[in-house]
Nanobody, 127 residues
Framework: QVQLVESGGGLVQAGGSLRLSCAASGRTFSSSNMGWFRQAPGKEREFVAAIRYSGGIVYYADSVKGRFTISRDNAKNTGNLQMNSLKPEDTAVYYC????????????????????WGQGTQVTVSS
């Protein structure tokens, strides 16, 4: 399994933007789908966005659709999550993860479909 490292989190005012990055080690990044999840204090980890290994199809949670954009650069083994129009309710630790192959075994939004979780990066949005 590849190792993932998230970066780009920080403190931002409501309405601002942040760009998160996910750097992957290994040589199988391009064959794996990538997802972003987030976890707020006292809450369960929830699905945010996902992108298929080819980059041609993306998925978003209703809460972030229209504000967040997921992308990837397979040549650089890197994924990104551009977050615009941030809201206080977006405050959470954000994690990236990969599937073991080109399929979502338990569904696109199910945590069980992903492995190789990164350490997470904190995003705090002030009101």
């Amino acid at each position: 399994q590849v190792q993932l490292v998230e970066s780009g989190g920080g403190l931002v005012q409501a309405g601002g933007s942040l760009r998160l990055s996910c750097a992957a080690s290994g040589r199988t990044f391009s064959s794996s789908n990538m997802g972003w999840f987030r976890q707020a204090p006292g809450k369960e980890r929830e699905f945010v966005a996902a992108i298929r290994y080819s980059g041609g199809i993306v998925y978003y949670a209703d809460s972030v659709k229209g504000r967040f954009t997921i992308s990837r650069d397979n040549a650089k083994n890197t994924g990104n999550l551009q977050m615009n129009s941030l809201k206080p309710e977006d405050t959470a630790v954000y994690y990236c993860a990969l599937t073991q192959g080109p399929s979502f075994k338990y569904g696109t939004r199910d945590r069980r479909s992903y492995s190789g979780w990164g350490q997470g990066t904190q995003v705090t949005v002030s009101s």
